[in-house]
């Protein structure tokens, strides 16, 4: 078995252990859980628990197969990145098994921090994806985009760190800003993508 398949055997295992959790504890959630909460931290969104329990992390599993084929594809057919691919294969399982475990203690009265948590997570993941985004060469990106037309090293060299220092300086703010509040939390994450979204253009439209 080769480290990708191993990884993403394990990236599985990682999704629905967590499952355990609420099966053993199915009795004590209430029949209808919170699954999505506004930033006063107050439940506006409810499922059925049979849904949550045993939906949730099949969801998620589908999820990240469609995930990994993506990626598998753009490896094969385009130009691959393993080491940014390898980053990205964790995301589905990190975020599934947070979400879910967050939902059930939850629904089990404990008292949660939800859009702390939430805000934490995103950090973490943006910092991940700027920490490997750098080592995806002009090339890689230029064939991640439909189409396959080249850009510039040089300014491929000077976006991808611009993208990559973004993400990681973003995150670490969004990490401070969980002792604020969400408003400023929302804010800075608005600025954060638009950030990005304008870099990325500039990356696009300066190809040769």
């Known amino acids: 078995m080769t480290k990708r398949n191993l990884q993403l055997w394990l990236s599985y295992i990682v999704i629905l252990l967590p499952m355990s959790y609420g099966v053993v504890n199915y009795a004590a959630l209430p029949a209808k859980m919170a699954i999505h909460f506004n930033l006063d931290n107050q439940p506006n969104g409810m499922a059925a628990k049979l849904l949550v329990v045993v939906g949730f992390p099949i969801m998620m599993m589908a999820f990240q197969l469609i995930c990994v084929g993506v990626t598998r594809l753009n490896a094969n057919h385009k130009a691959p990145a393993p080491r940014?691919?390898?980053?990205?294969i964790w995301i589905v399982p990190v975020l599934s098994s947070v979400i879910y475990a967050t939902t059930i203690s939850y629904s089990l009265g404990h008292q949660l921090d939800i859009w702390r948590i939430a805000v934490s997570l995103i950090a973490f993941i943006f910092m991940a994806i700027g920490n490997y985004l750098p080592t995806i060469s002009a090339n890689q990106y230029a064939q991640m985009h439909r189409g396959g037309h080249t850009i510039r090293p040089m300014i491929w060299r000077r976006v991808r760190y611009w993208l990559g220092y973004t993400l990681v300086g973003g995150?670490?703010?969004?990490?401070l800003s969980i002792v604020t509040t969400a408003w400023v939390s929302v804010s800075l994450m608005g600025i954060i993508v638009a950030a990005l979204v304008i870099m990325s253009l500039y990356?696009?439209?300066?190809?040769n």
Do not use: K, N, P, S
């Not at 940014?84 to 990205?88: D, H, P, R, S, T």
């Not at 990356?203 to 190809?207: H, P, V």
């Open 203 to 207: 990356g696009t439209l300066a190809r």
């Open 84 to 88: 940014f691919e390898q980053m990205i």
């Open 171 to 175: 995150g670490i703010l969004l990490l």
